[in-house]
């Protein structure tokens, strides 16, 4: 059974960074597309970051473009979403999401897997 398990989260200040992973066990990653969502208090689930299956294209919402860099290690199944410049309404439960087959969604609905996620806390 596969299973994404989310780390790195915590509590900073405006500005600094957070490097958050997704480990995936019970089955290879390479297949999967990844993607990173988030979900603040009383809203709902967003779109942060994708990346597919290879490594080799990625999307990023518009609200992290330029901040947030997704990438993936298929030898370490792992997926990794680096946040710099980090704002108050960045502070949210980040999740980890897998999705097999040919397209990347960008989506909740889209994916079937996900992990417990990790809580991002920026202070002003």
């Known amino acids: ?18 490097n958050l992973s ?3 066990s019970g ?12 979900q603040a208090t009383d809203k709902e689930r967003e779109f942060v ?19 947030f860099t997704i990438s993936r290690d298929n030898a370490e199944s792992t997926v990794y979403l680096q946040l710099n410049n980090l704002k108050p309404e960045d502070t949210a ?6 999705r097999l087959g040919i397209l990347v969604g960008r ?5 079937k897997l996900w ?6 806390t920026v202070s002003s």
């Open 1 to 18: 059974q596969v299973q994404l398990v989310e780390s790195g989260g915590g509590l900073v200040q405006t500005g600094e960074s957070l």
């Open 22 to 24: 997704c480990v995936i």
């Open 27 to 38: 089955g290879p990653i390479s297949g999967y597309h990844m993607a990173w969502f988030r």
């Open 49 to 67: 970051a994708a990346i597919n299956w290879s490594g080799a294209t990625t999307y990023y919402a518009d609200s992290v473009k330029g901040r």
């Open 93 to 98: 439960v980040y999740y980890c999401a897998a």
């Open 107 to 111: 989506t909740a609905r889209e994916y």
């Open 115 to 120: 992990g417990r996620g990790t809580q991002v």
